[in-house]
């Protein structure tokens, strides 16, 4: 009878957990209760409880702690981010109330808030592995890949055995655009565990990696173990998927790509029809009138240009040509305008809903006023070259085009589009572990993106720059000619040898802005055409 295999040794992660978990456990009756309730779930009644005691020791850092986690659980971050601030000032060496505070700053959008803590945890202790990756990923958030790369190359070193310390410094090594590196990377993560279907994924993402025969077999293998978790199945669905695409099988990548989507579409709560109430309520609000009444409101710093798209419509290739400006300066896809907008809504709200609309029409000039410049100092923390133009990439914030024009009445704004079929496509054919729609309401999506920018395009005129990616394609210089003109830049030759560009860059198009623009995903989504039907039917006249 063989022996038995000595026992895995603990994950340092999970020690780690263990040990800020553990850290101030309650030390009064009160604190007892209140902690017996949020293992029970009885998460509602903590506060309650707390509050006369808060009321007489407002600084006991111990009560704060179980407020914050009590108030995260009940669906008040912002209550919870307030609560954990008193915490640390109250006891500065309370890590495990730092740590969630530097976490739940990062999840609500505030990466330039979050990082003075972790900076604050990984100086106390250096060789945390909790603190190092947040530190590493509060530096890729920020621009800063080198920092990033050290760390997580630092952890990968410490910690050969662990396949996400592999994937961490994959994705921070595509950035820079070291491919071969990166591919080395994400291999040693595939092999350190075969299950990781994002690891797979990545490689996969990569632009013409060919996978080996092995390879494949050890995808289709762990494919086939029914307990593998709907992420990772999905994910590796998706890789393999690639694989098919990339060989010629359009049939057989598509049943893969629609069998990864159907699992990912269950894992998500999506009402097409609150983002169509989104449109028409912002539609009836946001009028000419209404910006002319309050034209002198808000910030009137010119810095900012926001470059708005749908995802996968070459949004990311015009900040790269911009990019390239000596006036201009890149940064990433910032979070600050949604969580300005979920802040806005508190707990009232879901991201496509509208009572963020309802607070912000309320404002005084002041409060509009000041929401720019918070915006302006958040931003502050991503600009590291002091050019006079700094570009805010994030193709999601064209929802709240209303706010950015009342807070910072002054920015530019560019929007991308491509042809919908091949946006739609293209979002539908790339993995996301947060969820992905059907094809039917990426299409639906779409043509509500379509009615709220044409609607600002009417309403704003002048205000909004519109670029075609096949436009662009077919013409690089005139298109980035026009562009330039239209923020008011002169002609720079650098911007047509955009791929020479060395940032970071950190968005699922990182490879296809190193090398020139090419045509050749024009026309690329006409290889799945036979099963784009309800795809085109969503869409309407907008195909």
């Not at 009160?30 to 009644?45: C, F, I, K, P, V």
């Not at 006991?60 to 000032?89: E, F, K, M, S």
């Not at 279907?197 to 293998?221: K, S």
């Amino acid at each position: 009878m063989p022996a038995a295999a000595p026992p895995s040794p603990p994950d340092p992660w999970a020690r780690a957990m263990q040990r800020l978990a553990a850290q101030r456990p309650p030390a009064t009756p009160l604190l007892r209760q209140a902690a017996e309730l949020l293992q029970t779930g009885r998460d509602a009644l903590v506060e309650p409880l707390l509050a006369p005691h808060l009321a007489r020791r407002p600084d006991d850092a111990d009560a704060l702690y179980l407020l914050a986690r009590a108030q995260l659980r009940t669906g008040r971050p912002a209550q919870a981010i307030a609560a954990l601030r008193r915490c640390v000032a109250a006891q500065p060496d309370f890590s495990a109330a730092r740590y969630n505070l530097a976490k739940l700053l990062d999840q609500q959008g505030w990466p330039a808030e979050a990082e003075p803590e972790a900076r604050r945890l990984l100086a106390a202790e250096p060789d945390h592995p909790l603190f190092a990756e947040l530190m590493a990923h509060l530096h890729l958030a920020l621009g800063e890949h080198a920092a990033a790369l050290a760390i997580y190359q630092r952890l990968a070193d410490a910690h050969p055995s662990r396949a996400l310390s592999w994937l961490d410094l994959g994705h921070a090594l595509r950035a820079l655009g070291r491919r071969d590196d990166c591919v080395a990377a994400y291999r040693r993560a595939c092999t350190l565990r075969p299950g990781l279907g994002g690891a797979w994924w990545a490689l996969a993402d990569l632009r013409n990696h060919v996978f080996e025969p092995a390879e494949l077999a050890t995808m289709q293998q762990q494919l086939a173990r029914p307990e593998l978790p709907v992420p990772e199945r999905a994910a590796l669905q998706y890789a393999l998927a690639k694989a098919r695409e990339d060989a010629g099988d359009a049939e057989g990548a598509f049943t893969l790509y629609a069998q990864g989507a159907a699992a990912l579409r269950a894992r998500i709560d999506y009402d097409p029809d609150t983002l169509s109430r989104g449109v028409a309520r912002q539609c009836a609000v946001f009028t000419p009138a209404f910006f002319a009444e309050r034209a002198s409101y808000g910030c009137l710093d010119e810095a900012p240009v926001f470059i708005v798209s749908r995802p996968r419509s070459g949004s990311t290739l015009v900040e790269q040509i911009l990019a390239s400006h000596p006036q201009v300066e890149a940064t990433a896809e910032l979070p600050y305008i949604g969580a300005i907008a979920a802040e806005l809504a508190g707990r009232k709200d879901t991201a496509l809903g509208t009572a963020w609309l309802d607070a912000l029409v309320a404002l005084p000039p002041e409060r509009l006023r000041g929401l720019g410049e918070r915006y302006l100092a958040l931003l502050q923390r991503h600009r590291h070259l002091g050019r006079p133009v700094v570009l805010d990439k994030k193709p999601a914030n064209f929802f709240h085009l209303g706010l950015i024009r009342l807070i910072l009445p002054k920015a530019r704004i560019v929007e991308v589009r491509r042809t919908p079929v091949a946006s739609a496509l293209s979002i539908f054919k790339s993995f996301s572990s947060k969820g992905r729609l059907g094809l039917a309401e990426l299409g639906r999506y779409h043509r509500d993106y379509l009615a709220l920018m044409d609607h600002f395009q009417a309403v704003l005129p002048g205000a909004i720059t519109r670029l075609h990616y096949e436009d662009l394609v077919a013409d690089p210089e005139g298109q980035t000619r026009r562009l330039l003109a239209a923020l008011n830049l002169p002609f720079d030759d650098a911007c047509l040898r955009f791929h020479e560009n060395p940032r970071g860059v950190t968005t699922p198009s990182s490879e296809q802005v190193r090398r020139p623009i090419h045509a050749g995903a024009v026309e690329h989504w006409r290889a799945f055409e036979p099963w784009l039907g309800p795809l085109i039917d969503a869409l309407g006249p907008a195909a």
